[in-house]
């Protein structure tokens, strides 16, 4: 042990509740000891509450621990307090929440009568290493922390025969390297007093501080050929827990089944003392109690994976530092958690068992983003690089149907989750009550419609776990007076948003920064917010639309006489935001937050200005041309009369009556079609320019023309009922023209819209309604007896042939 003093400062920056002014780190692996060496100056009385217990943490299972120094430094005088001391042990599991009992021991020692200004100096070392580990040793020694430290020194000695290798990261410097006696020392020694501060936010893994990563091993295959002993598949088969039904189930069938079994229904828990920290259990062991840590259930699954002839195997990953894990000397002490890796097909997988609730099939299957492996099978002598998984997705569809203007509406919302993010629903439900999900899920709109209230519970359907992943909701409520109102104005409005892409995209703002931005794992996202209002509406928006390296946006407003569309789609493209673009990023969403809302509003006593001007002179125009050749057709289209004509004519009856009743009431079902319609509304006309259809000027025209056809066919439903009372012989040809325009129109009208991108939801059943009435009436009006007797008038003669006229002419 080098003794290293220290030196005390004058004036020292009191800044923070304490300062060390030495951290001593000494390993001997020759002896197999840790000596620690610590010296502390107390600055303030928050320093004294954190500074006045000394802990020391050892493994009992095989390590003791001895003190050799506890002094407190006051004024130049030295006072022991290691004489008296009592040093008591504490069973402290850290990792408790975790389920993970890893067995340390906590040494405390209580100081009494500390004071500011003191120096409380204490060392102790830690006796005996891991016997998993047969000698062998890695470190990461630091040579800057997040707080300013006077001195920092750090010494390994190791055997001449046992070299350590060591890289060294972010610009540490290279280590004073001496034989001895003992042995080879390699030592660093700073007293710069520089240290790290962090920005907020930085990825996990984002570590710029000096480091040495020190081994002795040489190579990765080193690091397997210790613990691949330990993973080996037990010679006697385990009992397979899942049933198989050869007719059905394939080989991937199998796979996933053995994986949900291990996920779900083996508990995860772990007791981690001594050598259990590296040493899975035996298989059969775990499987029997169901339950073990990430190492039991990975050999667990490998295990019965290997029994149905796959290829599987632990694979030991880290979920800190896995971003620059292959930047670090090899050693099995970097690695912090393990998953398996597999070959099925030809193709590489990876799953982690610790994961309970997941879904998907092979192809579909999540794996967090754990950057490298190392698999513990023989020859296996480099890290293996994991892919990243399927991004995962929210589609999300709202329906809003508003009863009336100012009143109440009915809200429903249906979301499917795809991916990681099933599986986290998927948990969320598992975990929580029907009572407590309906109430997070109605409070969560509350905040955006106060008056929400819920009809019917939140369902959750989750029938293709096995396959796609997809886990989808239902939310049902009413909200009353969901409108507000502009004071002292005739405006009410109400505002629709999507809260859950709000929430998404929310962030914690940060200054300027020099180090990376946490923009958290990509995702998409898509919703559909559907609001039927009580009549025809208008909406003066245009798209919005972004796209960066970063994540892009859009969102667009679609209005269709009375049903106003709006979609949003957001893709978030990367986890990490360089320092540089931070400030635009997080200016950039919130930009896109504020234009996420959308604002209905509705005035009363609106201004005439609202009607369509156009909508009126079309109609006129249709009423007055229609009119014109109705009089010309009234008067000259008399077409001849047959043989059987020539009879006196008949009264309405039999089959006729069902045709005349049909021709009777369409002047009132076209009449209430055109207002329905709403084509005197100006909105209407305009809104076409901002539902995002290219070819507005074609739609504009074809609405005009289907105005002037409307009341075209109305002029001519009406003179045809005109020619029908008075039995023209016009009337049968004037029938089949109705039919025959009725069907014609409806197939035109069908095809427009659907080059025109607008859906028609009752375009089936018109034209099958339509199409039966051509196909029975035509040929009923084109040779009925009963027609060519009933229909004999014409316009110069305008009076039926008597019975006493016709046998006057017979004689004659």
């Known amino acids: 042990m080098t003794p290293i003093t220290y030196e005390e400062e004058k004036n020292p920056n009191n800044e923070g509740a304490y300062k060390y002014l030495v951290l001593d780190y000494q390993d001997n692996i020759i002896q197999k000891e840790q000596y620690v060496h610590y010296a502390v100056k107390i600055l303030n009385n928050e320093g004294i509450q954190e500074m006045s217990d000394i802990n020391a943490i050892f493994d009992p299972a095989f390590q003791t621990i001895a003190f050799h120094k506890v002094q407190v430094v006051r004024n130049g005088d030295i006072i022991n307090k290691l004489q008296n001391a009592a040093i008591n042990t504490f069973q402290r599991e850290t990792n408790l929440e975790r389920s993970l009992y890893d067995g340390s021991l906590t040494a405390v020692i209580n100081l009494s009568d500390i004071r500011v200004g003191d120096i409380v100096e204490y060392a102790y070392t830690l006796k005996g290493f891991n016997p998993i580990n047969k000698g062998n040793y890695a470190n990461l020694v630091y040579e800057e922390y997040t707080i300013p430290i006077n001195k920092i020194y750090s010494k390994v000695l190791t055997d001449r025969n046992q070299p350590i290798f060591y890289r060294l990261l972010n610009g540490a410097n290279e280590p004073k390297i001496e034989n001895t006696s003992f042995g080879t020392e390699y030592s660093w020694e700073n007293n710069s007093n520089e240290f790290v501060s962090y920005d907020s936010n930085t990825p996990y893994w984002y570590n710029v501080q000096k480091r040495i990563s020190i081994s002795t091993f040489d190579s990765w295959k080193d690091v397997s050929n210790l613990l691949t002993p330990h993973y080996q598949k037990p010679k006697k088969p385990l009992k397979l827990p899942i049933t198989i039904d050869e007719n059905l189930d394939s080989k991937q069938d199998v796979i996933v089944k053995l994986i949900r079994f291990v996920q779900d229904d083996v508990r995860y828990l772990g007791f981690e003392a001594g050598v259990d920290a590296f040493k899975p259990h035996n298989p059969h062991d775990v499987l029997n109690r ?6 039991d259930k990975s050999m667990l699954l490998s295990t019965l994976l290997q029994q149905q002839g796959v290829d599987a195997y632990p694979i030991l990953v880290d979920s800190g530092s896995n971003e620059h894990l292959d930047e670090y000397a090899p050693s099995h002490f970097i690695f912090d958690h393990c998953i398996v890796y597999f070959e099925h097909n030809k193709k590489e997988y990876f799953v982690d068992p610790t994961i309970a609730n997941q879904g998907g099939d092979l192809y579909r299957l999540y794996t967090p983003n754990y950057k490298f492996g190392l698999v513990l099978k023989e020859g296996s002598n480099e890290l293996k690089k994991i892919p990243t998984s399927t991004t995962p997705r929210i589609n999300i569809v709202e329906d809003i149907t508003l009863d009336s203007i100012g009143g109440n509406a009915k809200f429903e919302v249906k979301t499917e989750y795809f991916g990681s993010k099933a599986d986290e629903i998927r948990s969320y439900f598992k975990n929580n009550t029907e009572q407590n999900i309906n109430k997070e899920y109605l409070g969560f709109y509350s905040n955006l419609y106060p008056n929400i209230s819920s009809i019917g519970k939140v369902t959750v359907l989750d029938d293709s776990r096995p396959y796609e992943n997809i886990v989808t909701t239902n939310e049902y409520y009413s909200i009353e007076n969901l409108w507000n109102t502009i004071e002292e104005e005739e405006t009410i409005y109400f505002d629709t948003n999507s809260l859950v892409l709000d929430g998404l995209i929310s962030y914690n703002n940060s200054l300027k920064r020099n180090m990376p931005y946490n923009a958290g794992i990509p995702f998409s996202f898509t919703q559909v917010t559907r609001i039927l209002m009580p009549e025809p509406w208008f909406i003066n928006l245009k798209d919005i639309e972004l ?89 000259n289209f008399n077409p001849s009369k047959d043989d059987i004509a020539t009879l006196p004519a008949q009264q309405f009856g039999g089959w006729l009556i069902l ?105 089936v059943s018109d034209i099958f309604r339509a199409a039966i009435s051509t196909a029975i009436w035509i040929p009923y009006f084109l040779y009925s007896d009963r027609v060519k007797r009933t229909f004999v008038t014409t316009y110069e003669h305008s009076e039926s042939i008597t019975e006493e006229s016709f046998i006057k002419n017979t004689v004659q």
């Open 290 to 295: 169901r339950y073990g840590d990430c190492k």
């Open 547 to 635: 796209d960066n390296d970063f994540y892009s946006f859009k969102k667009s407003i679609d209005v269709n006489g009375n049903m106003v569309t709006i979609h949003y789609s957001y893709e978030l493209k990367t986890d990490v935001i360089p320092a540089n673009e931070t400030e635009t990023f997080l200016k950039g969403l919130d930009s896109v937050r504020e234009d996420i809302g959308t604002q209905l509003t509705y005035t009363y006593n609106a201004s005439t200005s609202d009607i369509s001007w156009l909508s009126i002179i079309i109609a006129i125009s249709a009423i007055a041309i229609s009119i014109f050749f109705a009089l010309k057709i009234f008067k």
């Open 659 to 763: 045709p005349i009743i049909g021709l009777v009431l369409t002047p009132f079902y076209i009449i209430v079609q055109i207002f329905d319609t709403g084509y005197f509304d100006r909105s209407i006309w305009e809104g076409f320019e901002y539902s995002g259809y290219d070819n507005v000027g074609f739609l504009k025209l074809y609405l005009g023309m289907e105005l002037f056809y409307n009341f075209a066919f109305l002029v001519f439903v009406i003179l045809t009922i005109i020619l029908l009372f008075k039995k023209r012989t016009s009337t049968p040809k004037m029938m089949m023209i109705f039919y025959g325009c009725n069907l014609g129109i409806i197939l035109l009208e069908s095809f427009l819209l659907n080059q025109f991108g607008i859906p028609d939801p009752t375009v």
